[in-house]
């Protein structure tokens, strides 16, 4: 229950942070009797409030429509056989997906973040003088080995004691089977805890993946879509609809496979999925709403979108290299077969190359 409403509290709790820096940032407006540099690069070049509504209207459905494609395509593979988790195609097909997963972290959300934290907008004196943004994506990273840690290190110890229970009750059980209908102890049940054991585990690994991956993915599609909710730029935003339409479409897919390999009930993919497809939406209508006074370059606003951006870096930068890519190659069937790892390598690069060409114009 708590896993499943983990996405709800972090949107909320992503909105109220916004909305508070809003409201600080719209007195501070007001305050204000001067412009300043910063306040000049506002409005921009290309400003059109009417057109800039329009491409953020159609944004809002053309995202949706990819998200849910995106993250549902693999929900729905088990109909295809060639789609199924166990083979090649879906292999290939996730490895493509992690190497968007990995070019976003790498060439999207961390440099979203150093243009924040190191923003002429902030004061020299911290901003400029300690790189925040590698040090915030560190601690993301390792914080997310710890939660992967620890969580399997506390289903190993109650697996141990849950096994030992099982096998007690086992050897019970068989000393009360007669021979002659048992065949010896060949007639007692016979239990793999070892094997029962990993299948578990490696269950509650996929389920932490899909989660924390999630958790990633949310920071940042809050942030993204509040930027282009609050923009009035359409020479911005219209590079941007397709981009994200990319992005969302193909880290999706990623995302579907790791529900999809969860093993989640129907009620749970449907929930995951759900927040999944609709965070940027409901980011750009938080923006829509807070345009008038919300200024992506007012000190408080660099600052809690770069501390996220960097927090979600750090997060996928791991997630895509440990629990993704590196799980799959060094996974025995990858491991098993020359060809299968170098159709893998291509779809990575393809997916890294693809999302890493998409930074041209978002």
Known sequence: MASSCSPTFLVLFLYL????????????????TEPSECDASYLGECH???????LKLIAIGAILVASFLGVC????????????????????????????????????????????????C??????HKFPFTTFIAMLSALFTLMVDSVALSHHSKRQKAGT?????????????????????HHGAPQLDPESKDEKEATLLRNRIIAQVLEMGIIV?????GLSMGASHNPCTIRPLVAALCFHQLFEGMGLGGCILQAEYGMKMKAILAFFFATTTPLGIVLGLGLSDVYRDNSPTS?????????????????MALVDLLAVDFMGL???????????????????????SLMAKWA
């Open 73 to 120: 395509l693999p929900l729905f593979s088990r109909a295809v056989p060639a789609l199924r988790p166990d083979g090649n195609l879906f292999i290939i097909v996730k490895a493509f997906a992690s190497g968007v997963i990995l070019a976003t972290g790498y060439m999207h959300v961390l440099p979203d973040s150093f243009d924040d934290l190191r923003s002429p």
């Open 164 to 184: 030992a229970t099982v096998i007690d009750h086992d050897v019970q059980f068989a000393e009360m089977v007669p021979v002659a209908l048992g065949h010896g």
């Open 122 to 127: 902030l004061p020299e004196d911290p901003w």
């Open 220 to 224: 940042h599609s809050v942030v993204i």
């Open 17 to 32: 942070l916004l909305l508070f820096n809003s409201a600080a940032d719209a007195n501070e407006t007001q305050t204000m």
């Open 302 to 318: 660099l600052i809690v979108e770069g501390v996220l951006n960097a927090i979600s870096a750090g997060l996928l930068n791991y």
């Open 333 to 355: 069937k990858m491991q098993g077969s020359i060809k299968l790892q170098a159709w893998g390598y291509v779809a990575v690069f393809l997916g890294a190359g693809g999302m």
């Open 48 to 54: 059109n409030k009417a057109e800039a509504l329009r």
